[in-house]
């Protein structure tokens, strides 16, 4: 299996601007995580999903964000409109089964930055 | 709320031993986990506790006390490629895995 893969790994976008990122969960995953990494904030739980339903939305940090999970081989986060303060790398991340012994796994992250 | 609170920074000696600890404070626990960081990298699972006690898994061990709600990773005959972040994660509820702030090992030849 490829893993985790997300696109694009880099993104460059002015303030203002729509901004979607892409996750493709590593086959027979039923939960998939959206992460955000900052230096201040560390890695904070922006949502997850089990079977491509919204489980905990409670991390979103405000409506400019949304996720989808329309099937269980893709997810999108999306930013409209962006900040300079959403600047940050996303991770998303897959695991088979419940809990902390299903082990996560991570994509390589999309690095966005927000001018 | 929860929180989970980790040194911020550790430097240890190649060869040596270290311990990373972490105590929690959260609303449910199912377990504790610990992933590792490379600068530029991925977080990579490194192991689990759900019950108390001591998990081995090669140079690594980790360490659950949840009457203390805390825990600890212990590194043993530290390499210079073990440099590198290492956060604690919580499941705190039906696989809300939230994750420590991240110590940074430094390893000095």
């Known amino acids: 299996d490829a893993g985790v893969i997300q696109s694009p790994r880099h993104e460059v976008t002015e303030m203002g601007q729509e901004v979607t990122l892409r996750c493709k969960p590593i086959?027979?995953?039923?939960?998939l995580f959206w992460y955000r990494q900052t230096m201040m904030r560390g890695l904070e739980l922006l949502i997850y999903?089990?079977?491509?339903?919204?489980?905990?939305d409670s991390g979103m940090p405000e409506d400019r964000f949304s996720a989808k999970m329309p099937n269980a081989s893709f997810s999108t986060l999306k930013i409209q409109p962006s900040e300079p303060r959403d600047s940050a790398v996303y991770f998303c991340?897959?695991?088979?089964?419940?809990?902390?012994?299903?082990?996560?796994?991570f994509g390589e992250g999309s690095r966005l930055t927000v001018l | 709320g929860q929180s989970l609170e980790q040194p911020s920074e550790v430097t240890a000696v190649e060869g040596a031993i270290v311990q990373i600890n972490c105590t929690y404070q959260?609303?449910?626990?199912?377990?504790l986990s610990w992933y590792q960081q490379h600068d530029g990298g991925a977080p990579t699972f490194l192991s689990y506790n759900a019950l108390d006690g001591l998990e081995e898994t090669g140079r690594f061990s980790s360490f659950l006390s949840r009457s203390d709600s805390y825990g600890y990773l212990l590194l043993q005959e530290l390499q210079m490629k073990d440099s590198a972040s290492y956060f604690c994660?919580?499941?705190?509820?039906?696989?809300?895995?939230?994750f420590g702030s991240g110590t940074r090992l430094s390893i000095r030849p």
């Open positions: 959260t609303s449910g626990f199912y377990g």
């Open positions: 086959s027979g995953h039923d939960y």
């Open positions: 991340a897959s695991s088979l089964g419940t809990g902390g012994a299903a082990e996560l796994f």
């Open positions: 994660a919580v499941d705190s509820s039906a696989s809300k895995i939230i």
């Open positions: 999903f089990n079977n491509n339903v919204p489980i905990d």
